[in-house]
């Protein structure tokens, strides 16, 4: 019968095991989390619609958006 010799680990090989574990766990909790906030949006609404009218039958309004700008006590920035 053969006698096998054990295999030696470098520290190397230590290294990029626990990168991959490190990168396995991440992107898994990634999906997790993605999960989780789907779950929640889909509870929230329940199947109902999030907009109740139609877009012909809204009337018309002065507005802009402005990306980058911010809403601070009910009031737009001068932006």
């Known amino acids: ?8 680990i470098t520290k190397i090989q230590i290294i ?6 490190i990168c396995f766990a991440i992107i898994l909790f990634g999906v997790l989390i993605s ?4 779950r929640i ?3 929230s609404y329940k199947g109902e619609k999030i907009y109740q009218q139609n877009i012909n039958t809204l009337t018309a309004r ?3 958006v ?3 700008t911010a809403v601070s006590e009910d ?5």
């Open 16 to 21: 990029l095991l626990r990168s991959c574990m």
């Open 75 to 79: 009031t737009p920035n001068a932006k």
């Open 1 to 8: 019968m053969k006698k096998y010799k054990k295999a030696k």
């Open 35 to 38: 999960m989780i906030n789907y």
């Open 66 to 68: 402005v990306p980058g």
């Open 41 to 43: 949006i889909q509870n």
């Open 62 to 64: 002065n507005i802009a």
